[in-house]
C-alpha cells in the first residue's frame, strides 16, 4: 500500500482512533492533514508522525460542527497541499443517555457526528472527485445495535451508516469510493469524555472482552488498519460497505441493551 504521493485529511487526530490512523497513514508517507480542537494534543500527534517519516503534517484546530472552521479546514488543507485525496471522518462525540436527556446533549452528538461530518464531506468532494479519491467514515456497531443508555449516539451512527451509501451511490460513477469502519468498544477517552467514571468505563471493557467471540477487544491500530486498507487501491472495488471491527461482540448472545 503506497500513499507517497497522497493527501489525507483525518478529523479527531488528537486522541484514540484518529491519532492511530493518523500514525498508519505516516508509516505509509501519506501527506496528513489533521484536525481537532485541541492543540496541544493535536500538536502532539503531528509532532509523532513527522518522527516517522520526515513530513510535517498540516496542523488545524479546527471544531466541524461550526461552518466557518469546516470552510477554514479545507481552504487552508488545498492552500498548502493543493489538492486532498482521502477523507477520514473520524471526529465523533457521545453522550450518555436515554430520551429525557434533553435536547441540547442530543444536538450536540448530532452537530459534530453527522451534521459536521455532513458538511465537511460536502465542502471536500469536489476535490475527492479531480483526484478520484476516496471517504472513509468512523461509524460504531452501535449503528445496528440498539443502546438505550445510549440513544443520541446510536441515531448518529445509524444516520452516519445511510450517509455512507448514500454517498457511495452519489459519487461511484465520478470515481470516488466512500466506506464506513465500525468498531465495538475500542478503549480511548471517548466514554469518559461522554461522563462515565473510570470504574464504570472499566466495565464496558471488561463486558466486551468477555462476551466477544475472540474474548478480547480490538485496539485503536486494528481500526486504523483497516481504514487504511479501505483508502488504499487494494479496496478499489469496495464502496458503500460497512467493515465491523469489533472481534465479534455484534454477533454475540448477551450483547448490552
Ligand atoms: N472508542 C470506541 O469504543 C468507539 C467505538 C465505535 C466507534 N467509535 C468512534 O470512533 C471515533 C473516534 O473516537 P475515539 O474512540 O477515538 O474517541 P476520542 O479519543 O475521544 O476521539 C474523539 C476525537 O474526535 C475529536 N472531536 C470531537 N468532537 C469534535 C469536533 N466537534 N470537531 C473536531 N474534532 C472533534 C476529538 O478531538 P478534540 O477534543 O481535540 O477536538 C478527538 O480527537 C468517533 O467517531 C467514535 O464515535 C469509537
Redo the contacts with the bound molecule.
Keep these: 500500500m503506497e500513499f507517497e504521493h497522497k493527501v489525507v485529511v483525518i ?9 492511530a490512523c493518523a500514525v498508519e497513514f505516516a508509516k505509509l508517507s501519506a501527506k496528513l492533514s489533521l ?4 492543540k496541544d ?2 500538536t502532539k500527534v503531528g509532532d509523532q508522525c513527522q518522527k516517522i517519516n520526515g513530513l510535517k503534517p498540516m496542523i488545524i484546530i ?4 461550526v461552518e466557518e ?1 469546516v470552510n477554514r479546514i479545507v481552504e487552508e488543507t488545498i492552500n498548502h497541499f493543493g489538492k486532498i485525496d482521502i477523507l477520514v471522518n ?5 453522550v450518555m443517555g436515554k430520551t429525557q436527556n434533553g435536547i441540547e446533549a442530543f444536538d450536540r452528538v448530532m ?3 453527522v451534521r ?1 461530518t455532513f458538511l465537511l464531506t460536502d465542502k471536500i468532494i469536489p476535490h475527492l472527485i479531480k483526484s478520484k479519491g476516496n471517504i472513509v467514515n ?5 449503528s445496528t445495535k440498539p443502546l438505550s443508555s445510549m440513544t443520541a ?1 446510536c441515531i448518529s ?1 445509524a444516520a452516519l451508516d445511510m450517509f455512507t451509501q448514500c454517498v457511495a451511490l452519489e459519487l461511484g460513477p465520478k470515481g470516488v469510493r466512500v466506506n464506513s469502519v ?10 469518559v ?1 461522554a461522563g462515565l467514571s473510570k470504574q464504570e468505563n472499566d466495565e464496558i471493557f471488561q463486558f466486551y472482552e468477555k462476551v466477544a467471540p475472540l474474548q478480547k477487544i480490538a485496539k ?1 491500530e486494528d ?1 486504523a488498519n483497516i481504514v487504511v486498507f479501505l483508502a488504499s487501491d487494494r479496496a478499489k472495488c469496495v464502496t458503500g460497505s460497512k467493515y465491523v471491527v469489533d472481534c465479534g461482540a455484534i454477533i454475540a448472545e448477551g450483547l448490552l441493551n
Excluded: H, Q
Excluded at 473520524?90 to 457521545?94: I, P, R
Excluded at 468512523?138 to 452501535?142: A, D, E, H, K
Design positions: 478529523t479527531g487526530a488528537s486522541s484514540g482512533i484518529g491519532a484536525i481537532s480542537r485541541n494534543k493535536l479546527a471544531d466541524i460542527s472552521d473520524n471526529a465523533g462525540t457521545c452537530g459534530t457526528n459536521g468512523i461509524s460504531s456497531i452501535l449516539y451512527k465500525n468498531p465495538g468498544a475500542i478503549k480511548t477517552n471517548l466514554f469524555s485503536v481500526v
